[in-house]
């Protein structure tokens, strides 16, 4: 490319730039709420094995916003694993969150969504999943990995001891969703979680019904392969098939049949790594996270007008001629007249809260020994990391 057609590329590219806004609200917020909740339904929509999760913190949110309005959102969350399998329809806010004495599964998601139209749509997601051994107790449950040969043993046993509870019909393994063993008074004991289908037993072995209208369930097992309990609870339905553009397909899929053989060592199952993390141009490498172009603007809840300039008073006289001061020089008066051309300009409207760009350091500094009251607005925000809703 020639010097003048790159100018002209850069110059457009540039002016394209200028038109977008870096804003930084509350991560407690509704805006960030909102944003949060829809990256949480579409990750577990996409998760296809192991159990739902639920939005627990949100680190950090940044909208790039545009005269169109058509906003993209880069979001950071953590998750944590619940007790209902990705097949159970019970909504995900009606999910248990696991204790950590249980051993919580926590997920780490970078998350990038675009509103068109109002409608929040996810374009892009990076997940990392770790298993949390904060404040493990001693004779707490402890994971396996999901391959351990003397579990899965238990776990084909606790099977048989429900199949035969149940009259003509017969069920095999499709997943095992998480192991453990605990120490108790008499020794090690085994703990298992994992999903059932219908299966066809007239030949040996049994083969699981390629149909989906076939009866799925999650069971829960403790004990011994001598002495157990074992207890299944049945899906009502399937979830539906979710595809890549978060739209209900119309017939749902068959859930794969996944063997009680596993050839790794994981001990629990992990969220879907990532959906185009690189094409989007938000979820680069943290090392580039420096080099954006467009500059990150704080803002400011727009939630009282400013303040007035103070009054004197009579216990704080202000003598007419020592030292005067012209008025076009007075930090206070450049402040208030800034603040006023800039509010109305500066504002942004998202999801029902209003922002405004804070303005230029330059524009509202104060003499170094001015009282840190009298500088400007409060910046109270951003304010990130937001709340920690379970632990």
């Not at 996270?289 to 009579?314: G, K, Q």
Request: charged residues 20%.
């Amino acid at each position: 490319m020639n010097l003048l057609g790159f100018t002209a590329v850069l110059g457009l590219l540039v002016g394209v730039w200028a038109q977008i806004d870096v804003l930084k609200p509350p991560c407690d917020s509704l805006v960030a709420e909102e944003v949060g909740e829809v990256a949480q339904d579409y990750l577990n929509a996409h998760h296809k094995s192991g159990f739902k999760h639920r939005l627990n913190r949100i680190e950090d949110i940044k909208v790039f916003t545009k005269p169109d309005g058509d906003n993209t959102y880069k979001i950071e969350i953590d998750l944590l694993e619940t007790d209902c399998h990705v097949l159970d329809p019970t909504p995900v806010a009606n999910c248990t969150v696991r204790p950590k004495a249980l051993t919580a599964i926590e997920g780490d998601c970078d998350v990038v969504l675009q509103k068109v139209g109002g409608a929040l749509t996810v374009t892009a997601f990076k997940c990392k999943t770790e298993e949390s051994t904060e404040d493990m107790c001693l004779g707490c449950p402890t994971l396996l990995p999901l391959n351990h040969t003397v579990a899965l043993d238990f776990v084909s046993t606790s099977l048989g001891t429900f199949n035969n509870r149940t009259e003509n019909i017969s069920y095999v393994v499709q997943e095992v969703g998480r192991m453990s063993s605990q120490i108790v008074a008499g020794g090690p004991i085994y703990l298992a979680e994992y999903v059932i289908v219908e299966a066809n037993c007239t030949d040996d072995p049994c083969v699981p019904l390629n149909d989906v209208m076939a009866s799925r369930g999650i069971c829960t097992a403790k004990g011994l392969n001598s002495l157990h309990t074992v207890d299944c609870k049945m899906f009502p339905t399937l979830m539906p098939f979710v595809d890549t553009n978060s739209t209900s397909a119309a017939d749902p899929a068959i859930p794969p049949v996944v063997h009680a053989t596993y050839k790794h060592g994981r001990k629990h199952h992990l969220l879907t790594a990532f959906h185009n993390p690189h094409l989007s141009g938000y979820l680069s490498a943290e090392s580039a996270e420096s080099a954006e172009v467009v500059p990150v603007v704080p803002v400011v809840l727009d939630i009282a007008p400013a303040a007035a300039d103070p009054v004197p008073t009579a216990a704080d006289p202000v003598p007419a001629a020592a030292d005067p001061v012209p008025a076009a020089a007075d930090p206070a008066s450049d402040a208030s007249d800034a603040s006023d051309a800039s509010e109305e300009p500066s504002s942004k409207d998202l999801g029902g809260l209003k922002f405004k760009r804070e303005a230029p350091a330059q524009l509202v500094s104060a003499p170094a020994d001015a009282p840190a009251a009298s500088a400007g607005p409060i910046a109270a925000m951003p304010v990130c990391p937001g709340k920690v809703k379970f632990f």
